[in-house]
T-cell receptor, first 109, second 117 residues
């Protein structure tokens, strides 16, 4: 099946700093989503982005499908941004998502 | 819109008992729902694909007789953990995508934390 790799696995930032999270995938996809898992376990949809670029406030994402990677940018980070960020993809012909191992982000005041 | 609920949010049971978890799409219809399991400090792993009106499709290594899935309507899927044992303790999360949508975006429930004593 499709492989998904996220980097870095852990990231510690000072409040106000910017960061870039990366997601590499091994095959063509028809779905790519970024999630933020809060401390209670709820997955919050950040972006549905199988290709192209999107922005939502301090967050933006870019997927280059032909090169099989996606980037999540967090600008002016806040302590509430702390948590685990997951990238998940669905390969061509599939609907179920395969998740990466996540990036654990800690934003310190 | 696109809200998915799960019930219960937390359950503690004795070894050998069965536990049923409900997943509902509140404001859309979903022909297909998905069940995932997440162990502490790990990622989400797909357990099975739940199809309305037909049998579920299980991932390799997932015991279909232990994890019974019923997708009785376009808004409800249930996962029953039969004869639960401590190793079944985990965080179970369901997801769904609107059937009549040009996108494949999936929405996740808040999860159910199962503890088997």
């Amino acid at each position: 099946g499709i492989q998904v790799e996220q980097s870095p696995p852990d990231l510690i930032l000072q409040e106000g700093a910017n960061s870039t999270l990366r997601c590499n995938f091994s095959d063509s996809v028809n779905n790519l989503q970024w999630f933020h898992q809060n401390p209670w376990g709820q997955l919050i949809n950040l972006f549905y982005i199988p290709s192209g670029t999107k922005q939502n406030g301090r967050l933006s994402a870019t997927t280059v499908a032909t090169e099989r990677y996606s980037l999540l940018y967090i600008s002016s980070s806040q302590t509430t941004d702390s948590g685990v960020y997951f990238c998940a993809v669905a390969g061509t012909g599939r609907r179920a998502l395969t998740f990466g191992s996540g990036t654990r982000l800690q934003v310190q005041p | 819109g696109a809200v998915v609920s799960q019930h219960p949010s937390r359950v503690i049971c004795k070894s050998g008992t069965s536990v049923k978890i409900e997943c509902r799409s509140l404001d859309f219809q979903a022909t297909t729902m998905f069940w995932y399991r997440q162990f502490p400090k790990q990622s989400l792993m797909l357990m099975a694909t739940s199809n309305e009106g037909s049998k579920a499709t299980y991932e390799q290594g997932v015991e279909k007789d232990k994890f019974l899935i019923n997708h009785a309507s376009l808004t409800l899927s249930t996962l029953t953990v039969t004869s639960a044992h401590p190793e079944d303790s985990s965080f179970y999360i369901c997801s769904a995508a609107p059937t009549f949508s040009s996108y494949n975006e999936q929405f996740f429930g808040p999860g159910t934390r199962l503890t088997v004593l």
